[in-house]
């Protein structure tokens, strides 16, 4: 199995003198070698039930100050939880406590079985997922979120939504030897200048676009159900107005990519450039809301005055049971919702619009 080059997207680059990390295919190696480390599972037990390494012993973080005494410390621990986030804050704090021998899984459970053990079950392990590579690329001046998302054994990839600064999507590329088959927007953007007219100038990768766009530029147009294939992978349409009438929602085996139309805790604003409550009551009611409950989110942005956690992802489970929009009590109310207390409409939406149409 090919290991990609690209770090892995829900895994922040470790600090110095940060605890030590194992990587997922070192562990294995270690797991059948003469002196085999003792993996800690650190999850909750929902967690746990979907995925476990085999041999280990289970203690959640919430316990491990009351019962980390349990634990060995004539043998070298291996913390480990879903993508190496919290095991690293726990292996702190058994190196804290005396502990000689801790190191956290880097990447956790998610990328252990992705690259070193695939018989270990993965959490969105719908025969699709298995082979993705999914980055995600903020920009911390607009709050945006553009993603990579590649298959790393055929080495192709598309770019999702990508901002007017092409630099992080052609370094990606180079660095890891992708080719990139196609730039795709979800929809017009309205808040920021888009990327695509520049990414397309320095790969050559066709742009696509909904059938509803009114841009003029060359693109491909898509439609409900289409796929675009990369790789052995494909990137199926769901047409999703509403935060605009050109708006697509874009499916990758287990994952989303809901542009503005679901935002982690809320929607996009429907009243700018031909946006409808109404629509997108619709678009979320009969199509993104029937996806499986495990279906991972990938937004087109968070909030821009929060700090990016290490994965800004949710489930369309979550956010059914969360979201500020979701969970107003009927479509009345969620028109209500989405007409009322937004903030003014930016300045200059109309301009950043007109722009983006020319190109
Ligand atoms: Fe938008």
């Known amino acids: 199995m090919a290991s990609p080059s690209v770090p892995h997207p829900y895994v922040r680059p470790p600090r110095a ?6 990587g997922p295919k070192e562990l294995l190696a270690q797991l059948y070698g003469d002196h085999p480390p003792l993996p800690v599972d650190i999850r909750p037990d929902g967690e746990r039930a979907r995925a ?3 041999g280990d012993r289970h203690l959640p973080l ?3 100050p009351t019962e980390f005494g349990g634990l060995p410390r004539d043998r070298p621990l291996v913390v480990y939880d879903h993508t190496g986030f919290r095991s690293r804050q726990a292996a702190e704090f058994l190196l804290d406590h005396g502990f000689a021998d801790v190191a956290a899984l880097e990447g956790g459970i998610e990328e252990y079985a992705r690259v070193a ?15 993705l590579v999914v980055r995600q690329l903020p920009r911390a001046d607009t709050g945006c979120l553009s993603y990579f998302v590649g298959d790393p054994v055929a080495r192709v990839a598309l770019i ?3 901002g007017h600064d092409v630099t992080p999507y052609t370094g990606a590329l180079a660095v890891g030897h992708w080719k990139l088959a196609g730039i795709l927007e979800t929809h017009t953007h309205a808040d920021h200048l888009a990327g695509h007219s520049a990414l397309h100038a320095a790969t050559d990768a066709p742009i696509y676009l909904s059938r509803r766009s009114p841009a003029q530029y060359p693109h491909r147009s898509l439609s409900e159900g289409e796929a675009v294939p990369f790789g052995s992978q494909e990137v199926v349409v769901l047409e999703t107005p509403g935060h605009t009438r050109d ?3 874009l499916r990758v085996g287990g994952q989303i990519f809901t542009g503005d139309t679901l935002l982690l805790g809320s929607c996009g604003r429907t009243d700018l450039d031909g946006g409808s409550p109404d629509a997108l009551w ?4 009969d199509k993104v809301l029937r996806l499986p409950e495990s279906t991972e989110v990938y937004p087109a942005h968070y909030g821009a005055h929060h700090a990016l956690p290490d994965r800004y992802v949710s489930t369309i489970g979550f956010e059914k049971a969360h979201n500020e929009a979701l969970t107003q009590p009927d479509r009345a109310a969620f028109l209500k919702y989405m007409t009322e207390g937004w903030p003014p409409k930016p ?3 109309d301009r950043i619009v007109r722009a983006n149409l020319d190109g």
């Open 62 to 64: 919430d316990r491990l």
């Open 347 to 349: 300045k200059d939406f």
């Open 247 to 249: 708006h697509l929602t």
């Open 160 to 162: 999702i939504d990508p």
């Open 282 to 285: 619709e678009s979320l009611q």
């Open 17 to 22: 003198g940060a605890v030590p990390l194992v």
């Open 52 to 54: 476990r390494l085999p």
């Open 117 to 131: 053990d695939p018989t270990v079950g993965r959490y969105s392990d719908d025969g699709q997922g298995a082979e």
